[in-house]
Nanobody, 123 residues
Framework: QVQLVESGGGLVQAGGSLRLSCSVS??????MGWFRQAPGKEREFVAA????????NYADSVKGRFAVSRDNAKNSVYLQMNSLEPEDTAVYYC??????????????????WGQGTQVTVSS
C-alpha cells in the first residue's frame, strides 16, 4: 500500500515562495505528479517527474516559476514554487503513477493520491 503525505503549504504574499514536499511510503519506483484544485474549479495538472527524474513536465501557467524534483533516497518529491501569484491559490495534491505516460499530465494515469495541502497567495 502506497501512502502520500503532502506538507509545506501555507499563506504567502504575491511574489513569495513556498516549497511543497510529498513523502511516499512503500515503493518509490513511481512517476510523480503535482496537481491543484482551486475553489469552484476542476483539478488541474501542475508538474510531473519520471521515476529517476530524467523527464519533467510543467503546465504552461507555472513554467519558469515552479520546479519539481525528487530524492528517491528520502522517498520524497518536492515542488519549489517561486514568484507566486494569487491565481496559484489552491489545494495542491501529489500523486503517484506506475508509469510515466502522457508526460504525466493526465490525472487518470495516477494510482495513488495524497490528501492535499492548502496554498494561499495574497495580493
Amino acid at each position: 500500500q502506497v501512502q502520500l503525505v503532502e506538507s509545506g503549504g501555507g499563506l504567502v504574499q504575491a511574489g513569495g515562495s513556498l516549497r511543497l514536499s510529498c513523502s511516499v511510503s512503500g515503493r518509490t519506483s513511481y512517476a510523480m505528479g503535482w496537481f491543484r484544485q482551486a475553489p469552484g474549479k476542476e483539478r488541474e495538472f501542475v508538474a510531473a517527474i519520471s521515476v529517476m527524474g530524467g523527464s519533467r513536465n510543467y503546465a504552461d501557467s507555472v513554467k519558469g516559476r515552479f520546479a519539481v524534483s525528487r530524492d528517491n533516497a528520502k522517498n520524497s518529491v518536492y515542488l519549489q514554487m517561486n514568484s507566486l501569484e494569487p491565481e496559484d491559490t489552491a489545494v495542491y495534491y501529489c500523486a503517484a503513477a506506475r508509469y510515466y505516460t502522457n508526460y504525466g499530465k493526465r490525472s487518470d494515469d495516477y494510482d495513488y493520491w495524497g490528501q492535499g495541502t492548502q496554498v494561499t497567495v495574497s495580493s
